[in-house]
Structure formats: C-alpha cells, structure tokens
C-alpha cells in the first residue's frame, strides 16, 4: 500500500468497495477513508462519517461537528480552508475514523469497529504519527486498549478532554465529541494545543527530529 500525496482523499488508496460488513452495505452511500496530510505528525481519530461526511467522502466535513473541528484546526494553523469546505486544504493533519461507513440509524456496532481495525492501523503505521485526537469517548478507549497501560474503563473524555495522555510511541490528546463541547471546552482544547504540544518540541516524542 503506497500512498499518493497528490490525493489527499484516501491517499493509501484503501478498498473503496469493501464489503466486510454486510449490515453497513445496503444502508451506506459510500466508504468513508482518511483524508489529509500523509507526513502529518497530527492524527484525529473520529468513531465514524457524519452524513454530511458520508455525502462528501471526507472525515469531519460538514455542518455542525465538521464545521466545529475544521474551524479548531485551522486556529491551530493545520487547515487554511473555510470551515465549511467540502475539501478542506490542510497540512500536517490527517483526518480518519474508527469505522468508515455509516448506518443512518445506529452507531457502529463492536464488531464492525473491529473489523475496521485494519483500515485505521495501517494509516497510523504509515503515517506514523507524534500527536493522535481521539474525539469522543470510543475512539479514546479503542485507542487506549492497543496504545496505552492504562485499562479502557479508567477513560473518561470529560476529565480527559484537553489533556495529554502518553501513548506507545506517540502521545492522545483527547478531544470531547464537538457537538457536546462547549465553547469554553473548545477554548480549552486549542489553548492546551497551543501551550503544552505546538509549544514544545513534541517529535521527542518518539525521538524524532524530523520527517
């Protein structure tokens, strides 16, 4: 799997037309893969598409939740598009989910986030990244099962929003689901960003200097 940077839609160029879940294949649109920066250092980590995303085939678009984590990351300098882009311009950042297809009625189920398990480690081997945002509490506990010693059910996104968790390799910094935060939470997210990661040299993470 070779990526393809001139394509920052799926640019590890994964099965578009998987059928690993028969419940999801009937009611999705499409598969929803990862969409950013192959060389970014920042990874946000979603449970699944909203319908918005579905509708454009990118992660976090959208009005709503979209529009709020777009907006966030381009405060941060990581997107220099308009918060309602379809396709955002972005650097350094790589959007993904847990799952990638949607069931307009339900959440994903554990299996199908198991079964999507392959799509997400691979992007996190290949992109190999300093900083992960789980955003919400699922993708914070799926993450903290293969990459931190912590036990899932010590994990609360509501004291865990907005700090910094060290991880395998790399560290969390959890964000809250966006359409659950409030503003002073946001504020607190991108001050934390900018006061304990963009402010410090977060590659010595993993002892990197450069990419």
Do not use: W
């Not at 990862?34 to 959208?62: H, K, M, Q």
């Not at 009005?63 to 379809?86: C, K, M, N, Y």
């Not at 081997?125 to 900083?131: D, E």
Request: glycine share 8%.
């Amino acid at each position: 799997m070779d990526a393809n940077q001139k394509e920052l839609r799926n640019p590890f160029g994964m099965d578009t037309d998987c059928e690993n879940c028969p419940e999801l294949c009937g009611p999705r649109d499409r598969v929803v893969h990862g969409y950013g920066d192959v060389g970014g250092e920042f990874l946000v980590v979603g449970t699944r598409p909203s319908a918005t995303a579905e509708a454009n085939g990118i992660p976090f678009t959208g009005a709503g939740a979209g529009e709020r984590v777009q907006s966030i990351f381009a405060d941060l300098g990581f997107v220099r598009s308009a918060p309602d882009a379809t396709e955002p311009d972005v650097q350094n950042i790589f959007f993904t989910n847990l799952t990638r297809c949607r069931h307009p009625k339900r959440e994903p189920t554990d299996r199908e986030v198991e079964t999507c398990e392959p799509f997400l480690n691979a992007e996190i081997r290949m992109i190999n990244p300093q900083i992960i945002v789980p955003v919400g509490e699922r993708p914070l506990r799926e993450l903290a099962v293969a990459y931190t010693t912590r036990r899932p059910d010590s994990f609360d996104i509501d004291a865990e929003h907005a700090t910094t968790i060290r991880g395998r390799g790399f560290e969390l910094v959890p964000m809250k689901e966006p359409s659950e935060m409030t503003d002073t939470e946001a504020d607190a997210f991108r001050e934390h960003m900018r006061e304990n990661v963009l402010s410090r040299d977060y590659r010595q993470t993993k002892g990197r200097q450069s990419r």
